[in-house]
């Protein structure tokens, strides 16, 4: 039996069938991994390749409600462990509404790069501000860099100040 190439012969119709199925697989992989570049995309790592010998110096200040207020310098070593922690900070949609809050204590790390620029990153109920930028996000990743930046602050502050 011979074999019939017309296009509207019904011997051609697995063939394109299959053609079809393969075209919109294909597509549909394309798109996925379009939506997926897209998603990782939408969170800003701003710290994610700094390092600490690009870091000169850097403090910790933590304020109060009643006015209390305190400064150290942080050592190489703190400096290390801050650097580790925002390597890891994600952040997402600016969210000001920090400004709106009152009380409970606030850690803000002043770092000194080595080109004389210098950033603040503060930790304050549940919001990372970062240059007067407040975020916040309900993303656990997000909260548990937080905790940790609030936690080594407090840290430092209590073998310095408290000790």
């Keep these: 039996m ?9 011997l051609n119709g697995t063939h394109v069938k299959k053609k079809a199925l393969l075209i ?17 995309g ?9 390092s600490a010998d690009k870091i000169t110096s850097a403090t910790v200040l933590i304020t109060g409600t009643n006015g209390y207020a305190d400064q150290v310098e942080l050592t190489r070593s703190e400096i290390n462990e801050l650097i580790a922690i925002l390597n890891k900070l994600q952040l997402a949609t600016p969210d000001g509404s920090y400004q709106e809050y009152g009380g409970g204590l606030s850690m803000y790390f002043t770092l000194v790069r080595a080109d004389g620029k210098e950033e603040t990153i503060g930790v304050y109920s549940g919001f990372v501000i970062v240059n007067g930028v407040g975020y916040q996000s309900e993303d656990e990743h997000f909260k548990a860099v937080s905790r940790e930046l609030y936690e ?8 310095k100040v408290l000790a």
């Design 24 to 40: 919109a697989l294909a597509l549909t992989l394309f798109c996925t991994a379009l939506l997926g570049i897209a998603c990782t």
């Design 42 to 50: 939408s969170a800003d790592t701003p710290y994610k390749k700094l």
């Design 2 to 10: 011979s074999r019939c190439l017309c296009p509207w012969s019904p």
């Design 152 to 159: 080594l602050g407090a840290t430092i502050l209590n073998q």
